[in-house]
């Protein structure tokens, strides 16, 4: 039972990365772009139809969440669905990755006041 569980979870995250927010704007957004709950920020912009940020990051090549499971089309589903449906994991994967984004963004910020 305990096995079961752990290859659900461990399932459910990777097909949650092709989608993810947080992996989007990781991955995809430019080096000097917020980083810090920057999946949760995203998700944030999608569902207050904040069309300016949401422009400007589609210029860096970052997107809202798009899911792949095959229920999606079924549904329906939009940008505001989706990134409602992607707001709890990116939110925990933005915390998990604290120890790495911190840095990074204190890195660029120092690196900018010694300008």
Not at 30 to 58: E, H, I
Request: glycine share 6%; proline share 10%.
């Amino acid at each position: 039972m305990r096995a079961g569980l752990l290859v659900l979870l461990a399932a459910s995250c990777l097909l949650s990365l092709s989608g993810c927010a947080t992996h989007n704007t990781l991955r995809y957004g430019p080096p000097a772009a917020p980083k810090v709950y920057s999946g949760t920020r995203l998700n944030a912009a999608v569902l207050s139809a904040d069309g300016p940020t949401l422009d400007r990051l589609a210029e860096s090549g970052v997107m809202p969440p798009h899911y792949p499971f095959p229920l999606m089309p079924v549904i329906h589903a939009g940008d505001r669905e989706q990134a409602l449906l992607d707001l709890v994991p990116s939110a925990l994967a933005d915390t998990l990755l604290l120890p790495v984004t911190v840095p990074h963004a204190l890195a660029l910020r120092w690196g900018d006041s010694a300008d």
